[in-house]
């Protein structure tokens, strides 16, 4: 059975920084990608970012998040800085067994989902 953890979200003020962190169990980093996505009430889950052996990122989080892997610790991780209130959401990871980089940001070709941590940012 696979279960995804996300830990780390918590309250941040704007210009801040958090890191999230995602440990897997019933499957391993070394043979499936991984991604974070968001959602916020009344919204679809959006893209964050994504890594197989590069990282992919939604254009809004560009230059501020990084996603990372640790097969060591079987975790990936996003780090985010200079935080905005946009960034406010239920934070999620993601992964799949697909490692080729196609579809990263349909939500639909990830068979694993984790429970989700909320992020505030304020103002």
């Known amino acids: 059975q696979v279960h995804l953890v996300e830990s780390g979200g918590g309250v941040v003020q704007a210009g801040g920084s958090l890191r999230l962190s995602c440990a897997a169990s019933?499957?391993?980093?070394?043979?499936?990608?991984a991604s974070w996505f968001r959602q916020v009430p009344g919204k679809e889950r959006e893209f964050v970012a994504h890594?197989?052996?590069?990282?992919y990122y939604a254009e809004s989080v560009k230059g501020r998040f990084t996603i990372s892997l640790d097969n060591a610790n079987n975790s990936v991780y996003l780090q985010m800085d200079s935080l905005k209130p946009e960034d406010t959401a239920v934070y999620y990871c993601?992964?799949?067994?697909?490692?080729?980089?196609?579809?990263?940001?349909?939500?639909?070709?990830?068979?694993?989902w984790g429970q989700g941590t909320p992020v505030t940012v304020s103002s």
């Open positions: 890594v197989n052996w590069k990282a």
């Open positions: 019933g499957i391993t980093f070394s043979s499936h990608s």
């Open positions: 993601a992964a799949r067994s697909d490692y080729n980089g196609n579809n990263y940001d349909a939500r639909a070709s990830y068979a694993y």
